[in-house]
């Protein structure tokens, strides 16, 4: 039979408590453009798990030695019909053949103005606590695709947010969480529509 849809099926990967995951969930639920398909977690109590599951979600769950040594992942892909990938508090740098087989249909969102403040160990709060001792008056989100290198790939947006001396990394953090909730899952439309 000829599958007709031609809606994005996307798999989120999420390692955390999913609050960008579950901005993409929502707001692709009624969208003609993409929905999300599968979640995809290296971590067995993610909060993205439950998250998933309120929304009747499947869930995959992966190990280091799969996710590398192996290509399983991309039959697991495929049978749930996935041809867009989002990164959103992924760490695991993405495999090559991940990179290749998904060619600028992976997007990943890092929690500042890239090039500053990516690269392996820059996550979470590393990032903001490094915007912080610099004396940054500015921080903000960079949506990029994704290669094989940590936060190296095209950037394909930003939004900035002022960085007031008094900030704690903890305000940096609660400010640009704001910015990825209003902007990633737009942003991720943009992408797919353009593509
Ligand atoms: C976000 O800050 C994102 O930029 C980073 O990890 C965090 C994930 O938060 N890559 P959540 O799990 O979506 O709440």
């Given amino acids: 039979m000829v599958n007709s849809k031609s809606i994005t099926q996307i798999a989120v990967f999420a390692s955390g ?22 979640v995809v977690s290296n971590k067995q109590n993610a909060g993205v ?24 992942l991309l039959d697991i892909l495929k049978r749930f019909e996935i041809n867009f990938v989002v990164l959103a508090g992924f ?12 060619s600028r ?25 490094a915007v912080k001792a610099t004396g940054e ?5 960079t949506v990029h695709f994704v290669n094989e290198h940590y936060d190296e790939g095209d950037f394909v947006f930003q ?14 953090a609660r400010n640009v969480l704001v910015l990825e909730h209003r902007f990633f899952p737009q942003t991720i439309e943009k992408v797919i529509l353009a593509g």
Avoid at 17 to 38: C, D, M, P, Q, T
């Fill in 49 to 72: 798990l439950s998250i998933a599951a309120e929304h009747g979600i499947p869930t995959q769950i992966i190990d280091r030695q799969g996710f590398y040594e192996t290509e399983e």
């Fill in 91 to 102: 760490l695991w740098l993405a495999p090559g053949y991940l990179v290749r087989a998904f």
């Fill in 159 to 172: 939004a900035s947010c002022p960085v007031a001396l008094e900030d704690s990394p903890e305000d940096i």
């Fill in 105 to 129: 249909k992976i997007l990943n969102i890092h929690p500042a103005l890239l090039p500053k403040f990516g690269g392996k160990g820059m996550y979470g709060h590393h990032v903001h606590e």
């Fill in 17 to 38: 408590g999913g609050s960008n995951a579950l901005k993409i969930i929502e707001y692709f639920k009624h969208s003609e453009v993409a929905r999300v398909a599968l």
């Fill in 137 to 141: 008056t500015e921080t903000g989100i």
